[in-house]
């Protein structure tokens, strides 16, 4: 079981250290474009990581399998590219790749 | 350990959600703020999915699961709404 | 796998009952029965809205350009956009739009080919052009952009472009 707990929080750990660097790299890159990339990949990757993490936690730990965590998972991973190209589409539309002094408004 | 493992994980996730935040209100533009928004949906969801584990409940799961399809769907239709002026073509 | 009159995609039926069965959280005999027939009747009701589909035909490169290209891309580009992001000096950063010209011209595919390239290394599509030629894809350190468009082709768009021709 202790095997399990170790596996267990090494998931938790590396999901909310990626979760935690997209929302820094939102925090601090320069313009929007490549604000994009943080919570597209690392914020996917982590709450994924982490979905796994209590999947394994109640499968081993508990009674039973259960595996419908792995629901989260996949959907997410599905719609985060879907929902990152709207995004870009829409900031596109907006023009916001041609003002390169990023005004305050 | 995995409760020395979940704080962490918490204390992470709470600074993720701040700095977020300050996304959301600093902007400067719209889809930065939708980005700021969908990407604390997402966080949210991990909260959920932590305090399932911390208070040993599958109950966390439905919502959120259900915080995972709102957040898709809102995002996707903000979006819309900023490229077209209209959400339903 | 050939879908007939009565199960139109049998890959799809498949995916249904997976996706009742883990949404219920449970294996029993019941639930596979319930997950049966909604698999069955949802391909059924929404035949007309797949009037063709690409089909993939190389199955096994299918499946090997999935489990090991792509699952590895995608770790391995999380780390590396981690790194960027947490260098200390970003200033350094050189974020940059590329053009990508594109050899396939089925929407699907090309729809899976922006998936893909959104989750891989430091790149997310942005925009496709109005004659669906053109993908435009931005990078968030590209040195060189000859390298870039290069690899995106080569890696990924001739791959899924054998995937999917008979």
Excluded at chain 1, 11 to 37: C, E, K, N, P, V
Excluded at chain 3, 87 to 99: G, V
Excluded at chain 3, 106 to 134: Q, R, W, Y
Aim: charged share 15%.
């Amino acid at each position: 079981m202790i095997v399990v707990e170790i596996l267990v929080s090494f998931f938790l750990i590396i999901g909310a250290f990626f979760a935690l660097a997209g929302s820094i790299g939102l925090f601090r890159l320069q313009d929007f474009f490549t604000r994009l990339h943080g919570p597209t990949k690392a914020t996917t990757l982590g709450v994924g990581s982490m979905a796994i993490a209590s999947a394994i936690y109640f499968s081993f730990l508990k009674e039973g399998l259960s595996l419908h965590e792995v629901l989260i998972t996949l959907f997410l991973f599905i719609t985060a590219p879907v929902s990152a190209h709207f995004l870009a589409k829409a900031a596109r539309h907006q023009r916001l790749h041609e003002d390169k002094d990023h005004p305050e408004t | 350990m995995l409760n020395v493992a979940l704080v962490i994980a918490f204390v992470f996730m709470t600074l993720a959600q701040l700095l977020n935040l300050y996304r959301l209100f600093k902007g400067p533009s719209l889809p930065d703020r939708i980005l700021a928004l969908d990407t604390m949906y997402i966080n949210a969801l991990a909260l959920f999915v932590l305090l399932g584990i911390y208070f040993d409940t599958a109950t966390y799961f439905e919502a959120a699961l259900i915080i995972a399809v709102m957040g898709f769907i809102s995002t996707v239709a903000t979006s819309k709404y900023l490229m077209r002026g209209d959400i339903v073509e | 796998m050939q879908g007939n009159r009565w199960i139109p995609h049998p890959l799809m039926t498949v995916a249904l009952i997976v996706l009742w069965l883990l949404l219920n959280n449970t294996y029993s005999f019941g639930h596979i029965l319930l997950g049966t027939l909604l698999g069955i009747m949802i391909p059924w009701f929404t035949n007309r809205f797949w009037p063709e589909r690409p089909r993939i035909c190389k199955r096994r490169l299918f499946l090997r350009f999935f489990f090991m290209t792509f699952v590895y891309d995608v770790v391995m580009s999380n780390i590396n956009v981690v790194r960027l992001i947490l260098k200390p000096d970003i200033s350094t950063l050189q974020p940059k739009f590329i053009e990508v010209p594109l050899d396939i011209d089925d929407p699907m595919v090309i729809s899976i080919l922006a998936n893909v390239i959104s989750m891989t290394p430091g790149t997310v599509s942005s925009e496709i052009s109005a004659d669906h030629k053109t993908l435009i894809v931005h990078g968030l350190n590209v040195p060189d952009e000859q390298a870039a468009i290069a690899q995106i082709k080569s890696r990924y768009e001739a791959t899924l472009k054998e995937i999917f021709t008979c």
